[in-house]
Nanobody
Framework: VQLQASGGGSVQAGGSLRISCTAS????????VGWLRQAPGKVREFVGT???????IYADSVKGRFTVSRDNRKSTIYLEMNSLKPEDTAVYYC???????????????WGQGTLVTVSS
């Protein structure tokens, strides 16, 4: 399974960005996807996750600002980020777990990461 993330970039505080993550190869029949991020000098942290059926869970730091969605026909998962803050600056990773739902860090497959930079 390969995960290709795209859509990162630079934005001013208060702006919006959408990141996409497309799964290809031997994609499981059911899978959960998580978004995680790692800022410079910090540990990787959980951002949000979406189950196969579409149930979402978010970190408190992004709740109300970020939305995870998915299009199972396209094997694509989206992270819509609004009201961005400088502290949201990080490399964002999508990750896939061969399960209907998952909350954790032990994913089966990881994307390459895409950089999001938010300037004040």
């Amino acid at each position: 399974v390969q995960l290709q993330a795209s859509g990162g970039g630079s934005v001013q505080a208060g702006g919006s960005l959408r990141i996409s993550c497309t799964a290809s190869g031997r994609t499981p029949s059911r899978f959960a996807v998580g978004w995680l991020r790692q800022a410079p000098g910090k540990v990787r942290e959980f951002v949000g996750t979406i189950s196969w059926s579409g149930t979402t869970i978010y970190a408190d730091s992004v709740k109300g600002r970020f939305t995870v969605s998915r299009d199972n026909r396209k094997s694509t998962i989206y992270l819509e980020m609004n009201s961005l803050k400088p502290e949201d600056t990080a490399v964002y990773y999508c990750a896939l777990k061969e399960a209907g739902a998952y909350l954790g860090f032990d994913y089966d497959y990881w994307g390459q990461g895409t950089l999001v930079t938010v300037s004040s």
